[in-house]
């Protein structure tokens, strides 16, 4: 049974980089596609981006400028990096496992993470 | 950039209608187009896959069709715990991107 579980902090500073790491267990990382997708409140799903096991990935138009993401298929994590948060990055953030070629079909979830950006 | 857009953004329905849900894509994505499903506290669904698949375990009265740039989500028989927001999504290019969500309420 493949499992996702975010973590990291619920509260981060304005203009300090938000880090989360989503831990898969279960199966294999190998050959799927892994992302990120974010729901700020009262507001509709939003993609942030996609990393394939290997390390190539694809971001977000709005978010490339402030975002990295990474993968560590020896701890079975991947993670992800945003910088400069403002209160427009408070968001429930889910990840998500993707398909072996349908990048973005997202069959598996996390439970989600808060994150509050706030001083 | 494509651009996902449902319509309605919401609408009302009682237990056993026939409910209708569009998406339009900025551009000729195929059938690269999934359907999620959202209730509120709990996880995104999977319901559609490849714009017209039914992901296994999800019930039948669940169906999608269309192609090119206009999609359909059809629930056949409303349920109790079919009331959520549904989002169409598409898989064509990178980046993806979401519709803005359709809530379908009592």
């Known amino acids: 049974q493949l499992h996702l579980q975010e973590s990291g902090p619920g509260q981060v500073q304005p203009l300090e980089t938000l880090s989360l790491t989503c831990t898969v267990s279960g199966d294999s990382m190998r050959s799927y596609h892994w992302g990120w997708i974010r729901q700020p409140p009262g507001k509709g799903l939003e993609w942030i981006g996609s990393?394939?096991?290997?390390?190539?990935?694809y971001y977000s138009l709005s978010l490339r400028s402030r975002l990295a993401l990474s993968v560590d298929t020896s701890k079975s994590q991947f993670s992800l990096r945003l910088n400069s948060v403002t209160a427009a990055d408070t968001a429930i953030y889910y990840c998500a496992r993707g398909g072996q070629t349908a990048i973005t079909q997202y069959a598996y979830w996390g439970q989600g993470i808060q994150v509050t950006v706030s001083s | 950039d494509i651009r996902m857009t449902q319509s309605p953004s919401s609408l009302s329905a009682s237990v056993g209608d026939r409910v209708t849900i569009t998406c339009r894509a900025s551009q000729n994505i195929y059938t690269s187009l999934n359907w999620y499903q959202h209730v509120p506290g709990k996880v995104p669904k999977l319901l559609i896959f490849?714009?017209?698949s039914l992901r296994s375990g999800v019930p039948s009265r669940f169906s999608g069709s269309g192609s090119g740039t206009d999609f359909t989500l059809t629930i056949t028989g409303l349920q109790p715990e079919d009331f959520a927001t549904y989002y169409c999504q598409h898989d064509f290019i990178m980046p993806s991107s979401f519709g803005q969500g359709t809530k379908v309420e009592i």
């Open positions: 990393i394939y096991y290997s390390g190539s990935a």
């Open positions: 490849a714009a017209s």
